[in-house]
């Protein structure tokens, strides 16, 4: 008669090739593994595989459900629903990462994600801050700069159009008296 155990390897062995049959089917999805991802681990392995597994669970505990913490949503939010993400751990973080719980991990990874991003939304906000105070800087200057020779430059093209407006009158009166000497003895001239 055989042996229990070794019954229990076979049918493991048996489990493990479908699993695996399972995982190579579900590969073939293109990048958008969210079908895969999204799936429970109950409808992955299909119910004839969970069924030798949990045949010999709940022979040990019948109220222990493996997968009921996997099963349940990982944050209750509004917006978007929770996705699963595959992460890279360094070798040398392996360890403590295998001695911190599922809840844990999950609540860390969405600590770690929102830090984040309200640093890249700080460090956006002094870029934003640092290019409008430059703005700011350029125009003040260009202001500073630009009045003072706008009203030298009026200044100075007022000034030669009243030395023409001279010039021109003085001309036109010596022009004047030259022709008509005899006429007018008595010219009065206006200086502007």
Do not use: C, W
């Not at 392995?45 to 222990?64: C, N, R, V």
């Not at 990982?74 to 629903?81: E, F, M, Y």
């Not at 295998?98 to 830090?115: A, C, G, Y």
Request: charged letters at 35%; zero cysteines.
């Amino acid at each position: 008669m055989p042996d229990k155990d070794n019954e229990m390897d076979f049918d493991e062995k048996k489990e493990i090739e479908k699993l695996q049959a399972t995982i190579r089917s579900m590969s073939n999805f293109s990048d958008d593994s969210e079908g895969f991802l999204s799936q429970s681990p109950r409808a992955l392995m299909g119910d004839s595989a969970l069924g030798s597994i949990a045949d010999a669970e709940q022979k040990d505990d019948e109220e222990y459900d493996p997968y009921a913490i996997l099963e349940r949503p990982v944050a209750k939010q509004k917006g978007p629903r929770a996705k699963k993400f595959v992460v890279m751990v360094d070798s040398e973080n392996v360890e403590f990462f295998d001695k911190i719980p599922m809840e844990e991990r999950t609540k860390l990874f969405n600590t770690l994600l929102t830090e984040y991003k309200n640093n890249l939304d700080i460090n956006n906000k002094k870029k934003k801050a640092i290019k409008y105070t430059k703005h700011l800087i350029v125009s003040v200057l260009t202001i500073l700069i630009s009045l003072p020779i706008m009203f030298i430059v009026v200044k100075k093209s007022i000034q030669l159009t009243i030395k023409n407006y001279k010039d021109v009158q003085y001309n036109f009166e010596k022009l004047y008296e030259s022709k008509n000497q005899n006429r007018f003895t008595d010219v009065h001239r206006t200086i502007y």
